[in-house]
C-alpha cells in the first residue's frame, strides 16, 4: 500500500514539473515566425484556455490528467493527445514487449554460457560481444541492420510498420541493449549462486550436472534478473523514440519526437507524464512480483 | 673438557658470522616501496585492452585538436560542385550533400563529442561528489531522504527529462553539457555515498574528529580524496554515456545547431542519404563506437587498476 502511495505521489510530482518547466518556455505555442492576427492568438489562447491565470490551468490540467486525459494538442487540430495514444501506443507495445521477449530468451542462456564457462573462450567471446553491442548507440545498430539486410541483402524491408517481417529490424535494434544488459546480470547473479553450499552439497550428493544447474542453481540465480526489468523497460522507451524515427513506425516514440520537433508542448507533456507512469507502474508490478515469487523478500523493507 | 670448551668456541665462530650490511639487505624479502599510482599504473599496463582504450582516446583527442588546423577545408564552406565526392586522396573521407569534407566536419565533430563527454562528466562529478558526501556523512533522516529523492529522479528514464529540459531551455552547446551533466549525477552521488558510509566509520576519521577538525574539512580533506579510485573509475565511465546520449539527442534534432556538426548530427544526416552514400553514415557511426568502445575499455582497465579490494 505505501508503495502505491508512493508510486502515486511520483507521478504527481513528475507531472507538476512537466507543466511548469513547460510553462516556462519562453514565447508562446502559437509564436509563427509571421506573427499571427492578434483576435486569431486571443482565440486560440480562448480554445486552448489559455488566457486563464497559470495556477487555475495548472490546476484544470492535474485534474484532467488524474482522469487519464492529457487534452488538446497544439499542433493538430481537431485532435487530442489521447487519440494519439490509442492509436501509437499498441504499436509501440507490441514493438517493445518483442523486444523484451529477445532480449531475454538470449540474454538469460547466454548469461548461463557465460557463467558456467567462466574465462574459456565461450565465456571470453559473449564478454567482447556485449562490449561491443553495449558501446553501439541504437541508431547505429538499426541503420546498420536496415543497410545490410535491407538495401544489399533485400531479404528484409527496410521501414514502415505491418507485416512481421518489417517488424524484425527494430526489435533487433531494441534489444540490443537490454541483451548484454541481461547476460551480464545474469552471469554474475549464476556466479554467485554456484558459490553457495548448497549447490555443494548437491554436487557431493551426485545430483547430475544438467539437474544440478536447471533445478537447482537457475531457479536463485534468475530471481535478480527479474528486478533488471524495470531498467530494461526505460532502455526499450528511450530507444524506441530513435528506432521509430529510423524505421519510420507509426508509434508513440516517433509521435514524441514529431512533436518535439513542431514544438507541440501539449502533446511533450502528455507523452512524458504517460511513458513516466507505464514506468512507474511497470517498476511497481516487477517489485510485487518479485515478493510473491521470492517470499525471502518482504516489500516493507525496501520502501 | 679443554678440548669441547675450544670446539664449542670453535662453532660459535662458525654459525654466528657476522653479516655485512649489504647482505642483510639482501636477505629482505620486500618488494621496493610504490606509491599507490605507480602500483595502479603497474596493474594498468597488464591491461591490454584498458591500453588499446587510452591509445585511441589519445588519438581521437590529438585529430579533435589539431584535425581542424591541419585539414585544408573549412566545417561550413559548400561548393555544390563537389557534392557526394566518394572517399578518395582530394578528400579523405568524402564530401557530403553540400560538398563540405567530412573528414574536417568529423574533426568538428570531435571536438563537440569529447568536449561534451568531458564537460558532462565533470558537472555530474561535481554535483555527485557534494550530494554523496553530504548524504553519507549526515546520515539518519537525511541520508534516507536525500537518498530517496535520488531513487525517485532514478526511477524516470534520463532520456525523457534530458529532452523536455533541451526543449525549455533551447538549443545550444553549454545547454547540452548542462542538461546531460545535470541529470547524470544520480550514480555518482550513490557510489560517493556508499564509500563515505564505510570510511566514515574508519579510526582516521574519528581521530581527526576528536582532535576538533570541522566537519567541512574532514569532508573534504579525508573522506573524498580516500574514496578517489572509485569516483575516478565512475567518472571515465559516465563519458561514453554522456557521449551516447549527445549522439542520439542530437539525432532527435536536440542539441547545437547547424553548421556546426556533431557526430550525431552527422550520423543522422548519413542516414538520410544510406542507400546511395553509406559511408556517410559509416565514418560517424565508425566514430563514435570507437570511443565509446575506448572509453569503455579505459574504465574497466581502471577499475582493476583503482580499485584492487575488488578482486
Known amino acids: 500500500m505505501r508503495r502505491l502511495f508512493i508510486s502515486i505521489a511520483v507521478i504527481f510530482i513528475i507531472a507538476t514539473t512537466t507543466f511548469w518547466m513547460c510553462r516556462a518556455v519562453p514565447g508562446g505555442p502559437f509564436d509563427r515566425e509571421k506573427p499571427l492576427n492578434p483576435t486569431i492568438i486571443e482565440n486560440l489562447n480562448k480554445k486552448y484556455h489559455l488566457d486563464k491565470p497559470v495556477f487555475e490551468q495548472y490546476i484544470d490540467y492535474m485534474v484532467d490528467v488524474a482522469k487519464f486525459d492529457f487534452g488538446p494538442s497544439y499542433f493538430y487540430k481537431n485532435e487530442t493527445v489521447n487519440d494519439y495514444i490509442d492509436r501509437c501506443f499498441p504499436v509501440s507495445f507490441i514493438l517493445g514487449i518483442f523486444a523484451m521477449i529477445v532480449a531475454i530468451s538470449l540474454g538469460i542462456p547466454a548469461g548461463i554460457i557465460s557463467a558456467l564457462k567462466q574465462n574459456k573462450w565461450q565465456d571470453n567471446i559473449l564478454k567482447v560481444l556485449t562490449t561491443i553491442l553495449v558501446s553501439l548507440p541504437n541508431f547505429v545498430i538499426a541503420s546498420g541492420l536496415m543497410y545490410f539486410l535491407g538495401y544489399k541483402l533485400r531479404i528484409l524491408p527496410v521501414a514502415m510498420w505491418g507485416t512481421p517481417q518489417q517488424a524484425v529490424m527494430p526489435v533487433l535494434a531494441l534489444a540490443a541493449y537490454p541483451l548484454s544488459y541481461i547476460t551480464k546480470m545474469m552471469k554474475s547473479s549464476m556466479l554467485e549462486v554456484l558459490n553457495n553450499d548448497y549447490i555443494r552439497t548437491a554436487r557431493s550428493k551426485g545430483v547430475p550436472r544438467g539437474k544440478l544447474i536447471y533445478k537447482h542453481a537457475l531457479k536463485n540465480a534468475i530471481l535478480p534478473v527479474i528486478t533488471v526489468l524495470g531498467p530494461m523497460f526505460a532502455g526499450i522507451i528511450t530507444g524506441s523514440l530513435v528506432v521509430e524515427k529510423i524505421f519510420t513506425i507509426p508509434g508513440l516514440g516517433q509521435q514524441f519526437t514529431a512533436a518535439i520537433t513542431n514544438r507541440d508542448y501539449t502533446m511533450i507533456m502528455g507523452l512524458t507524464i504517460f511513458y513516466s507512469s507505464l514506468l512507474i507502474v511497470s517498476i511497481l508490478i516487477v517489485d510485487i512480483l518479485y515478493a510473491v515469487i521470492d517470499p525471502r523478500i518482504k516489500l516493507s523493507e525496501g520502501a | ?311
Open chain 2, 1 to 311: 673438557m679443554t678440548d669441547s670448551c675450544e670446539m664449542m668456541e670453535k662453532t660459535e665462530e662458525i654459525s654466528f658470522k657476522r653479516v655485512s650490511k649489504d647482505q642483510k639487505e639482501a636477505e629482505k624479502i620486500l618488494r621496493p616501496a610504490t606509491t599507490f599510482i605507480q602500483d595502479a599504473w603497474a596493474r594498468f599496463k597488464r591491461n591490454k585492452l584498458g591500453l588499446v582504450g587510452l591509445i585511441i582516446i589519445v588519438i581521437m583527442l590529438i585529430f579533435a585538436i589539431i584535425g581542424p588546423m591541419v585539414i585544408p577545408y573549412d566545417y561550413r564552406s559548400q561548393s555544390l560542385d563537389n557534392a557526394f565526392k566518394a572517399p578518395g586522396a582530394e578528400h579523405l573521407m568524402g564530401t557530403d550533400n553540400l560538398g563540405r569534407d567530412m573528414f574536417v566536419r568529423l574533426a568538428y565533430g570531435a571536438r563537440i563529442s569529447l568536449a561534451c563527454g568531458f564537460a558532462a562528466s565533470l558537472i555530474s562529478l561535481g554535483i555527485g561528489v557534494i550530494y554523496g558526501t553530504i548524504s553519507g556523512y549526515a546520515g539518519g533522516k537525511v541520508d534516507e531522504i536525500m537518498m530517496r529523492i535520488v531513487d525517485i529522479i532514478s526511477s524516470i528514464p534520463s532520456m525523457l527529462y534530458v529532452i523536455l529540459l533541451m526543449v525549455v531551455l533551447g538549443n545550444s552547446l553549454t545547454n547540452v553539457f548542462i542538461v546531460i551533466g545535470v541529470t547524470g549525477w544520480l550514480g555518482m552521488a550513490r557510489l560517493v555515498r556508499g564509500q563515505v558510509l564505510s570510511l566514515k566509520e574508519r579510526e582516521f576519521v574519528l581521530a581527526a574528529k576528536v582532535s576538533n577538525v570541522s566537519n567541512w574539512h574532514i569532508m573534504l580533506k579525508h573522506l573524498i580524496p580516500n574514496a578517489f579510485g572509485p569516483i575516478i573509475v565512475s567518472m571515465t565511465l559516465s563519458i561514453p554515456s554522456a557521449i551516447f546520449l549527445e549522439a542520439s539527442l542530437q539525432f532527435l534534432g536536440l542539441g547545437i545547431s547547424a553548421p556546426m556538426p556533431s557526430w550525431g548530427g552527422l550520423a543522422q544526416e548519413g542516414i538520410s542519404a544510406l542507400r546511395s552514400y553509406p559511408y556517410l553514415l559509416w565514418f560517424p557511426a565508425i566514430f563514435i563506437s570507437v570511443t565509446i568502445l575506448a572509453f569503455n575499455f579505459l574504465g574497466d582497465a581502471l577499475r582493476d587498476a583503482l580499485d584492487p579490494k575488488q578482486n
